[in-house]
């Protein structure tokens, strides 16, 4: 499910609760203290550096390797994970319809899912804390513009903003080209559906920011614009984006998963996890439940760490919550 | 983690029959697909023409078994003095609305078909002039002999004329809807009661049908559902009687539960591969760039021994398709039996006719496939390419929906792709004049490689105007017999149909996936 | 003020100016509509012709300038598919999206405001720490998987409720409500609550941690000081302080729910706005694509007016920084 709810609601949010975020100076172990004392934080993190550790480690943890099409045969296909009666152990969490070694397949399904969400979110990051920064320093005109864009942004669902730059992009590329930047296309479909977040916290925090003693007397000291957004104004919302940014993640990942569900994501030949629930759902009840859950409940427990996470971090950087 | 999975599968195949509130005599199904349009002329697409078999009916009709029989003709014959056939009408049937039925009715229909906005004027291509001789006599005159004109229009369905002109719906619906799009008026052995497009349609039986009735349902309630899950789940909790069509890999779940049954049978469509024959070279390689290996035969043939069918069959289609070895399937009239015997699966032969035509190392070439088309498309193609990488056969595989997928093969922009065909008139003529004759235009619309012979050229007309049975076949074998040589394309399998129904109802599965309402019922 | 509003107004403008557009170039790249609205056996002359009367041949800029124009003049033209006319189309799905949000909502504040007091009143508690961890799940499953599962859990297994559709309905004029019967109703649960786990989850939150904010305000400290009893300042005081901004965000949500009903009613083939547009993209019905998504604007647009105006009411700042 995409998560533009949150993206309305926080930007919104932003807003009002513009206050909340004012305290901001995090001394240096008051963080770690309080992710020791909390066992949510503990075992979230935990999971969340296995999961990505496993992403990343894909090409030398996995058995197989799935994209590898002479790797593996259809007479494999269909195989129970190893503890059923049936299974094989060489294939700890069975095979799907092709063969293929689901624990290859989510080992880099997470990869290529990861990738994704991180490329989505870091270009969401970018974008929005630039035009924020921006809209919110010099205000006016600029602003106004900055913001309606953002207004276009959420009038459209994320969804929609996917098909679009789906489209766009199968309209302009060319042909052969198509298939090898589809992952781009879905990072900057995804980034774009996210950045709002980020831009209303950015604008809101160089409002305030801008009009304190401290920003007049940079400027008086005639400090570049750009010197004074990133080295005064940027620090102070670190703890908030570091917040939306976790946030983001699980969303990012969570977006990708539905446009796949949608048939708008991967090619099944190199799935993301998205895709290998995409294609499992064809299995629902045909009674090889593991090529859909082993995907599902695999992206589930990386989103649930990630939100989790964020959620510590949101404690963190607001004490009110706690 | 565990429990989950345990929780998860309990949920998935939990054992237990609930019935839902569904009444013994209103008898409600499902398919994926919502017909479009009611106008029997509007669109010539199989959901449509089944659903409206229903309500309309044609001058002959589909028993059981797909062979010919009276509907609102009573007997045909050709003509004496010119090319057609004459055609005796049956007297005393009435319209829903209370209407005659008459020969006039048989001419409208025909102009109205054959209109501007007609989509389905291909079955009249042979027909030059229609004639009412008199109530209950009509003749179709035609250009040249054709013996197969009766048995190619059991879809034409007749409008009764007062209807549709006092309704202003005298030509079908392009850019606006008519009354016809959403109203109806047949002959049939149904009416319709109430038609919500994309949600609801409702029938019931209509008490002046000419035919003994052999149903016993007194209301029939259509929903489409697309989603397959949301389907099953509403068969399975007794929501609705019957669905079609449902995955393959859910047969033995249905099976194995009380109360339920699946029909499986062969349907006419014969999925194959094809080439981008006139290409000169691949559109997509890494290592074969500037010229296109698959206009060697050598390389064509290699692509098919490659294949394993049986395995395909047995994995993906669960055992449920039929393996093919021309365009059509057999039991269709004009299926050439000398032609029965597919290429062996051979991948020892494959890798050395490959090194053979130059290629001792393969290459790699661009295959595209559609996902939400035919039945586990994209597994198929996915097996496919497997297939290929043990002999060296690089297959960079696309899937995409359907609605990309025409605009793409149109465009040229393959080097192999998978195609389904069905013959519309059942006949071994059909798949030849789309997919086998070189395309100009008027024949070979579907031939999106370009395959071109000769001799086929010459013989489609032929074919097409034969009255002797026997010479007729000699030349249809002749044709299948070239297509397998030249490995024109590669035939795979026959797709199964496969309905799941509620134990208590006895229906009849054409092979044309037609749904007869008349056929149904409840036990 | 009136020049605030004037202002906001022709921004508005602009932005459903710029969704038209997008909506409008998205269309020209989804597919090819023309083969999806005839038979295999239509010639491809019949088809170019069809292509040329659709007016699919006309250059970018007039067919986005007709596509404007119709709209405006209420003329949104007939769907490729069914031929119907979309206006009628989208109007008779209304409805069932209005009526699977509202209750969806509902149920989000039904329960997500009561939560959310709770878990800002007792934040150390057992039940709280579990409600919080349980609506973290609740965002982390995909909406369609959580469908799925009610309907497998509810329909199939237990067999309890309908697995699909509106059940049955009543016509109020042009308005079909699956309100007025208990077979209806029984349809409703399903999806809305599907529909509803992320908006409750998310209501919850929001509830928590303005009560939070509120609590720890100098006012509420304050009258702690004063002696005023801890229940009465609780629901006098504070509660009614974090009314504002929760409305606010309902009625966000509310377009939110409205557009992400799309997946919800795609698992429970519940004959929705956003059924049909899933419908419309499967087979290229342009028309109807570009109205749904132009509609869509358009609620999201007014919402974001009226909270935009709700806004300058409440917060005088606004109206200082505004005019300044």
């Not at chain 2, 039925?101 to 229909?109: E, H, P």
């Not at chain 3, 003049?73 to 409805?95: A, K, N």
């Not at chain 3, 929760?246 to 729910?257: N, P």
């Amino acid at each position: 499910m995409p998560r533009p709810d949150s993206r309305l609601s926080l930007a919104r949010l932003g807003a009002l609760r513009r206050q909340l975020f004012n305290r901001n100076t995090l001394r240096n172990n008051e963080g770690v203290y309080l992710f020791l004392r909390s066992p949510m934080a503990i075992v979230s993190a935990i999971m969340t550096v296995l999961i990505v550790l496993g992403a990343v480690l894909a090409p030398w943890l996995a058995p197989t390797n799935p994209y590898d099409l002479a790797s593996f045969s259809l007479m494999d296909g269909l195989l129970p994970p190893a503890w059923e009666e049936g299974g094989q152990s060489r294939f700890l969490l069975g095979t799907d319809d092709q063969g293929r070694d689901m624990l290859s397949a989510i080992l880099y399904g997470a990869r290529l899912s990861l990738t994704i969400a991180f490329l989505a979110m870091a270009f969401a990051t970018i974008l929005g804390v630039g035009a924020g920064l921006l809209a919110g320093y010099y205000g006016g005109r600029f602003d106004a513009i900055v913001m309606r864009i953002a207004d276009v942004q959420l009038a459209l669902p994320a969804i929609l903003t996917a098909l679009l730059i789906d489209g766009i992009a199968r309209g302009l590329l060319p042909r052969d080209m198509q298939e090898d930047l589809r992952m781009y296309v879905l990072v900057l479909a995804i980034g774009l559906s996210l950045w709002v977040n980020f831009a209303r916290t950015a604008r809101a925090s160089a409002m305030v920011e801008r009009n304190k003693e401290y920003v007049h007397s940079a400027i008086i000291m005639g400090q570049h614009p750009v010197r004074i957004m990133l080295i005064q104004i940027l620090p102070n919302i670190t703890g908030p984006l570091l917040v939306i940014m976790t946030v983001d993640l699980a969303s990012a990942i969570l977006l990708e998963a539905t446009l796949s569900f949608l048939g708008i994501g991967l090619p099944a030949n190199s799935p993301s996890l998205g895709t290998l629930i995409r294609i499992g759902m064809q299995y629902l009840m045909s009674g090889d439940w593991w090529i859909l859950w082993v995907p599902t409940l695999f992206l589930i427990a990386l989103v649930i760490s990630v939100n989790m996470l964020g959620d510590f971090l949101r404690q963190v950087f607001n004490p009110r919550l706690r | 983690m565990s429990k989950w999975v345990q929780v998860a599968s309990t949920l998935a195949f939990g054992g237990m029959l609930v019935s839902g509130p569904v009444m013994a005599d209103t008898f409600r199904w499902a398919n994926s697909t919502d017909p479009q349009t009611m106008d029997p002329h509007a669109v010539n697409a199989a959901p449509v023409t089944s659903f409206l078999n229903n309500v309309y009916e044609g001058l002959v009709r589909r028993d059981k078994d797909m062979a010919i029989e009276p509907s609102l003709a009573l007997s045909w014959e050709p003509l004496e003095e010119s090319a057609g056939w004459r055609f005796h009408l049956r007297e005393g049937v009435k319209y829903h609305n209370g209407n005659d039925f008459t020969a006039d009715d048989v001419l409208f229909s025909y102009e109205r078909g054959v209109s501007e906005t007609s989509d389905v004027s291909s079955w009249f291509a042979p027909v030059s002039e229609v004639v009412v001789v008199d109530d209950y006599t009509v003749d179709f005159v035609t250009h040249d002999p054709n013996p197969l004109f009766p048995d190619s229009i059991a879809n034409f369905l007749i409008m009764d004329r007062d209807w549709t002109e006092e309704n202003n719906a005298e030509l079908p619906a392009r850019e606006q809807e008519t009354h016809a799009s959403r109203n109806t008026n047949g002959t049939g052995p149904f009416r319709l009661t109430q038609r919500d497009p994309g949600v609801e349609t409702r029938l019931v039986p209509f008490d002046g049908w000419w035919g003994e009735v052999e149903h016993n349902i007194t209301e029939a309630i259509f929903t489409p559902i697309s989603n397959s899950s949301t389907g099953l789940a509403a068969l399975l909790s007794g929501e609705i009687d019957f669905i079609s069509p449902i995955p393959l890999q859910d047969i033995d779940q249905v099976e194995s539960r009380d109360g339920f049954k699946v029909l499986s049978g062969i349907e006419t469509r014969v999925i194959v591969l094809g080439f981008g024959h006139q290409h000169d070279q691949l559109n997509d390689s890494d290592d074969a760039a500037g010229e296109n290996p698959f206009q060697d035969v050598r390389v064509r043939q290699a692509a098919w021994q490659a294949i394993n069918i049986d395995a395909i069959n047995r994995v993906v289609m669960r055992g449920q398709a039929e393996p093919a070895s021309q365009l059509m399937p057999p039991g269709l009239s004009g299926y050439s039996e000398v032609n029965d015997e597919r290429l062996p699966y051979d991948p020892e032969a494959s890798r050395a006719l490959l090194a053979d035509a130059g290629y001792p190392d393969g290459f790699s070439f661009g295959f595209k496939c559609t996902n939400d088309r035919y039945l586990n498309d994209e597994s198929v193609c996915r097996a496919i390419s497997s297939m290929f990488a043990a002999v060296g056969l690089d297959a960079d595989l696309t899937a995409m929906p359907v609605r990309n997928y025409w605009d793409e093969l149109r465009g040229g922009d393959f080097d192999m792709f998978l195609l389904g065909w069905s013959p519309g008139t059942f006949d071994a003529e059909h798949p030849i004049r789309f997919l086998g004759a070189t395309p100009d235009g008027r024949v070979g619309s579907w031939n999106f490689g370009g395959y071109s012979n000769e001799r086929i050229d010459e013989l489609l007309p032929l074919v097409q105007q034969e009255l002797d049975p026997e010479q007729r076949q000699a030349w249809l074998d002749e044709i299948a017999g070239i297509l397998q040589d030249e490995v024109a394309y590669v035939p795979l399998y026959t797709q199964p149909l496969i309905w799941a129904v509620k134990e208590n109802i006895d229906l009849v599965q054409r092979p044309d996936d037609f749904f007869m309402l008349r056929w149904v019922t409840v036990n | 003020m009136l020049m605030f509003i004037g202002q906001r107004l022709l921004q508005s403008l602009f932005v459903m100016v710029a969704v038209a557009f997008l909506a409008f170039a998205l269309f020209r790249f989804v597919g090819d509509p023309v083969s999806q609205m005839v038979g295999v056996e239509t010639t491809l002359e019949d088809q170019a012709r069809l292509r040329e009367e659709l007016g699919l041949n006309d250059p970018f800029v007039v067919q986005f300038w007709d596509f404007t124009r119709n709209l405006i003049s209420g003329d949104f033209g007939y769907s490729y598919r069914t031929r119907q006319p979309v206006g009628q189309m989208l109007l008779s799905r209304i409805p069932a999206t209005a009526e699977l949000g509202t209750v969806a909502l509902v149920i989000s504040l039904l329960v997500g405001i009561p939560t959310g007091i709770y878990t800002a009143l007792r934040p150390k508690g057992a039940l709280s720490q579990s409600v919080l961890l349980l609506t973290l799940v609740g965002v982390s499953i995909p909406t369609f998987v959580i469908g799925i599962l009610l309907i497998f859990l509810f329909g199939v297994y237990l067999g309890w409720l309908p697995t699909f559709g509106r059940g049955e309905t009543v016509q109020l004029g042009w308005w079909q409500t699956n309100m007025l019967t208990l077979d209806g109703w029984r349809s409703l649960i399903l999806p809305a609550l599907t529909l509803g786990v992320y908006q409750l989850t998310l209501t919850m939150r929001l509830v928590r941690s303005e009560m939070m904010d509120v609590m720890r305000t100098d006012f509420i400290r304050f009258a702690t000081a004063r002696g005023i009893p801890y229940r009465s300042l609780f629901f006098r005081h504070a509660f009614g302080n974090t009314l504002v901004p929760v409305i606010t965000i309902v009625g966000l949500q509310f377009g939110g729910v409205i557009a992400f009903s799309i997946v919800t009613e795609s698992v429970f083939q519940w004959p929705g706005m956003g059924l049909l547009f899933l419908e419309s993209i499967r087979f290229v019905d342009i028309p109807v694509m570009g109205v749904y998504l132009v509609m869509i604007g358009l609620i999201f647009v007014v919402i974001n007016l009226l909270v935009d105006l709700l806004y300058f009411m409440i917060d005088p700042r606004i109206r200082v920084r505004e005019a300044a």
